[in-house]
């Protein structure tokens, strides 16, 4: 699973800084996560290969999370893109890339797909037989959701050793995989355990922002493996939070520390802070675990 | 006059490039001129104050020359405007922008006003004391504007030794400016004319993008004396122009050579050519003075 950071701010102010964008690869999908303004720029400095983006999930409709969306989907029209494309994003949006589609006389290349949500409770929005994607209802102070990204359990595995002594043929080790006990060549039966390894454990990704501290989705978040939560403010600008409804590193921890997550992503930061670090030595107050999205990062877990 | 090139490159598909996007300061007025997509970061890579700014003009609804104009105007916002600020375009524009912040429950810090166009021909859309802007209607896929900007003649310029000798007290100077007589210490009548010099000529700037080849815009031109004008392709890809109402270098050339303009500037370059030197050397086989609009560019004429 890796993680590409486009965007790591908070509406951007400071030169160089972009607001949020990330590409998550799970399972051997592309997701892009919100859209902000030059994302487009951002993913050509990336390594993310453009046609690889099948499915778009914009969290609110603040233009740093959508303003480089209507773009993207323009550039995919010149660059001659065939592959559908679905955008996951909150009741609204579709009018919103339609009318200026339409106002450019567009002729779109491709299929272009929305899929609207105006749900306060979460849904499944996307499944394949990988990797299923659900909603986390956050609070903030237009209708937005976080979103829930994990991998299915994979295949049983081989141990190649084991399977090798009990002198079982390879044309077999599919049914291994799927977890049946298999003939050798002696024709005794083999049970499946003694000669294949536990999947690994299958790999998730919670994106939760923007969002004030909401304890409410910590029971969604329980056990996953990264957790993004936004951090706009240092403990300094806690009195911030109420109004704007946006989170401090600590509270970021804290949702982290309660979900028993392993690693916890920060961001979103305000533009008023010179030094990101800051978020990290507050955030490891509460949860030791932390690491800080940075414009064109790459993460792999 | 300062002409600042934010970006000068068709629908951005290379890495780095910007689309559309000028600001030219002329006769102490900041005029930003169409805002493609991430306008906002290279004005902050610029020099340019972004609260000079309180006029923009559009000149169509390609998303390569206003997508970043929601962004700029949300920017503003957040910046805590209080100057108004007001937006020159294509009807429809107004919708387009107005959806988008409803979209983000914003609430603007600053007047926002809208001048909607749809005349196909020539009218003056902007004046105060100093300068005018009027339309050039062009030809192009879509409702297209290019703008004239015209500095008004300024005031005589005192000829400081004449006007000494004359022994005229500095008390008449303002007189002079204005063209009139003034009496010198001895109580003498001293003619205008044999104490100032004419004012310099008045600054014009045409900013002609995106057109087809279009000759009918050059009785607007004559004169003037820096022309932008698009040129999106080299005569190897003459044969897109007619398709896609764009234009070449040469054709460029041509309208600058035939409005008898004293330097004209390129831009919107295709993002097929590697070596905008090309462009410079096909423009120049027509009319000699060419300079090369370039990202971050400043160019004072």
New interface residues.
């Given amino acids: 699973m890796k993680l590409t950071i486009l965007g790591s701010n908070a509406?951007?102010?400071?030169?160089?800084a972009?607001p949020t964008a990330q590409v998550l690869e799970i399972a051997g999908r592309t997701f892009l996560i919100d859209c902000g303004?030059?994302t487009?720029?951002q993913l050509?400095?990336s390594k993310v290969k453009f046609s690889r983006i099948k499915q778009i999930f914009i969290s609110h409709?603040?233009?740093?999370h959508y303003?480089?969306l209507?773009?993207l989907i323009?550039?995919f029209e010149?660059?001659g893109r065939k592959v559908p494309l679905t955008v996951y994003g909150p009741k609204?949006i579709k009018?919103?890339i339609t009318?200026?589609l339409e106002?450019?006389?567009a002729q779109l290349t491709y299929p272009l797909h929305f899929v609207e949500l105006n749900s306060d409770t979460s849904e499944r929005v996307y499944e394949d037989d990988k990797v299923m994607v659900d909603t986390i209802p956050l609070r903030h102070?237009?209708y937005c959701n976080g979103y829930l990204f994990r991998a299915k359990l994979g295949q049983r595995r081989i141990a190649i050793e084991a399977a090798n002594e009990a002198e079982i043929d390879v044309a077999y080790f599919n049914k291994l995989k799927q977890g049946y006990d298999v003939l050798n060549k002696h024709g005794e039966l083999i049970p499946n355990a003694s000669v294949t390894l536990d999947p690994h454990p299958p790999k998730s990704y919670a994106f939760c922002s923007d969002t004030m501290y909401y304890p409410k989705i910590i029971e969604q978040l329980k056990g996953i493996q990264v957790l993004y939560h936004e951090s706009t403010f240092l403990d300094s600008h806690k009195h911030l939070c109420e109004r704007t409804m946006h989170s401090t590193a600590k509270e970021a921890a804290r949702i982290a520390k309660s979900a028993n997550v392993k690693t916890l992503v920060l961001g979103h930061y305000s533009g008023r802070y010179k030094d990101l670090e800051d978020f990290r030595r507050e955030a490891q107050e509460i949860f030791p675990e932390v690491r800080l999205a940075k414009d064109l990062k790459e993460i792999s877990f």
């Fill in positions: 509406a951007a102010l400071r030169w160089q972009h303004e030059a487009q720029m050509r400095r409709l603040h233009g740093d303003y480089g209507i773009g323009s550039s010149l660059l609204g009018n919103l009318i200026q106002a450019s006389e102070r237009i």
